[in-house]
């Protein structure tokens, strides 16, 4: 149990430095960043939405009975989420905060996922931690972009997707390690896992896409088709 507990902790925080090092790498090229943000953008939706429908819901869906019902609690809880920002922040901010609590959210829900696996035995956690790391590296640059993008300053937007994107892993790591052993089977991780897809098809396929359009990017779709392309190596490496 010692041993388990111990393999969470340095996984979660890898995890974390992963992403730290996205966020780090971003800032060391801001300009290039802010002037192919539409990249960035159809590039994260492919992978959301890839990962979403791909692995997180038929996932959810063996767990929970009701994973439909927190997928739809998902969508519509940041849809929610996004008209309450745009009418007490504008429509600008938005841009930068709904990906960063959709972001956010599904990263907590990775911490909670190390608890669960290495639970199960350490092989196990192994193999989930090797898909997942891969994907930690963009969230923190795509966080920190949108952030920039929406108007705030490097310093802010360095804290905050450095919050979201990589604290909140070893932070759902440690909160839900001491209640797995109490989960009566693995319903509650179906319906979280089911509500992280909500959110995340959310701000993929209604927020990302749609702003990316905006930029009028040529070639864009290359990068929409890039994000789907990693997002399914991921899931396959997951998977294998």
């Keep these: 149990m010692i041993e388990s507990f111990w393999s969470v902790l340095i996984v979660s925080n890898i995890a974390a430095l992963v992403t730290t090092i996205g966020i780090f790498v971003i ?71 709904i990906p960063m609590w959709g972001i956010g959210f599904h990263s907590f829900v990775d911490g909670i996922i190390y608890s669960i696996t290495f639970s199960v035995s350490f092989f196990t956690g192994i193999l989930a931690a090797i898909g997942m790391v891969f994907h930690e590296f963009p969230e923190g640059i795509v966080t920190f972009v949108f952030l920039t993008k929406a108007g705030y300053k490097k310093s802010k937007a360095t804290i905050y997707s450095f919050t979201a994107a990589a604290i909140t892993t070893p932070i759902g790591a440690l909160i839900s390690y001491p209640f797995i052993s109490k989960l009566k089977g693995t319903t509650t991780l179906g319906s979280l896992l089911a509500m992280s897809a909500g959110a995340l098809i959310y701000v993929g396929a209604a927020h990302l896409l749609p702003e990316a359009s905006k930029e009028h990017k040529k070639h ?13 190596i991921i899931i396959l490496t997951k998977t294998h």
């Design 220 to 232: 864009s779709y290359m990068s929409l088709l890039a994000g789907i392309l990693v997002a399914l």
């Design 27 to 97: 800032n060391k090229f801001k300009k290039t960043g802010l002037k192919n943000v539409a990249y960035f953008m159809c590039f994260a939706a492919g992978v959301l939405i890839t990962v979403s429908f791909m692995h997180i819901l038929p996932e959810s869906f063996e767990l929970s009975k009701q994973a439909s019902i927190f997928l739809l609690t998902g969508f519509f809880v940041f849809y929610a989420f996004d008209k309450l920002i745009k009418s007490n922040y504008g429509e600008k901010k938005s841009i930068g905060l």
